[in-house]
């Protein structure tokens, strides 16, 4: 099993920033890929940003240029690093770790969430 513990949300005011940290924990050596997830009132959840365990990202079109996903496998620690906040970034983020459904030969869950935390970016 993988808990991950988001913290780092709150409200700004547009054009604000705020930095977001998930600290996994557990089976940390089954994750192989990690990204951020957002959900809006009303709204599917969508990815914000990606990352696979030797660096490499990938990023909603919505938010290049401002985010920036990181991680730190040393401390099994994700990031993301949100700059020029608009009001439509308003929502409840989560932290995503996937396995790919097998760790060490036996089968896991393909995905852990975190509980997610709220952003609120006010105009």
């Known amino acids: 099993q993988v808990l991950l513990v988001e913290s780092g949300g709150g409200l700004v005011q547009a054009g604000g920033s705020l930095r977001l940290s998930c600290a996994a924990a557990g089976d940390t050596s089954c994750i192989s890929v990690m990204g951020w997830y957002r959900q809006a009132p009303g709204k599917e959840r969508e990815l914000v940003a990606g990352?696979?365990?030797?660096?490499?990202?990938n990023y909603a079109d919505s938010v290049k240029g401002r985010f920036t996903i990181s991680r730190d496998n040393a401390k099994n620690t994700l990031y993301l690093q949100m700059n020029s906040l608009k009001p439509e970034d308003t929502a409840v983020y989560y932290c995503?770790?996937?396995?790919?459904?097998?760790?060490?030969?036996?089968?896991?869950?393909?995905?852990?969430w975190g509980q997610g935390t709220q952003v609120t970016a006010s105009s």
């Open positions: 995503n770790a996937q396995t790919g459904g097998y760790c060490s030969g036996r089968p896991v869950p393909y995905d852990f």
């Open positions: 990352i696979a365990h030797g660096g490499s990202t």
